[in-house]
């Protein structure tokens, strides 16, 4: 009997490893076809609350990693929250800011998707509204967002400077260097010749207009866009995205 019993436990235990299998009619490995799982979300954000943001954020995260989305996408300035006025110039938001965003990098080293969060950034003596693209543990680069808003509600430019007017190229930031700039694009390590680059228009609407309506995208340019954007950062299962740029 005892004999039987460590069997039946050993036959057990072997299932229990045994990856599960797909739904029928879906495909094993969801990239099986060079498409992208992309995940948007949408964390509940706490005002001028960088610490409780960012557990949030890192909620999202984990449930992407768990639907083995290749990208996870959070609006701008989810780190701090958008409509905070005059707090977005305070030192201490600031460094309660980058101190999330280091908890946050450090945290996706066991997650599987590339993550794109929102924080206010300082470079001398400017605040950038800035697009945050990580990866496994790595900030792979920094995004400053160039068209401010600055009509009816908005008025971003009180605040911020545009991305296209910064002249690093690199900045340190949450512990790490990271490329710094509008034109940065991100590759697969084990995808040759694939390139991404990133908007902060699709990055992180929670304005999707830029500042002059007659320079908006039309619908076919952010569908492309978005296009390329699933494409560079993960087309097969285990892509490592770095930046190329």
Known sequence: ???????????????????????KGAPANLYAHGMARIAI???????????RNAEEILKGA??????RAALALFPELCVTGYAIDDLLLQDALLAGAEAAVQKIVAASAKLFPVLIIGAPLACGPALYNTAIV??????LGLVPKIYL????????????AAGDEATAKHLAYAGQTAPFGTDLFFGASDLAGILAGL???LGQA???FDAD?????????????????????SARDHATPEAAG
């Open 149 to 160: 808003p600055n009509y009816r509600e908005f008025y971003e430019k009180r605040h911020f």
């Open 206 to 208: 929670s304005t999707v």
């Open 41 to 51: 979300c949408a964390p509940r954000m706490t005002p001028a609350d960088p610490a």
């Open 199 to 201: 908007s902060i228009l």
């Open 1 to 23: 009997m005892a004999r039987k019993a460590t069997t039946g436990r050993a036959k057990a235990a072997a299932k229990a490893r045994k990856p599960a299998r797909a739904a």
């Open 62 to 67: 984990r449930a992407a990693d768990k639907a």
């Open 213 to 233: 309506p007659n320079t908006n995208p039309s619908i076919s340019e952010m569908i492309a866009a978005i296009g390329m954007l699933g494409i560079g950062l």
């Open 134 to 139: 990580i990866h496994r543990g790595k900030i």
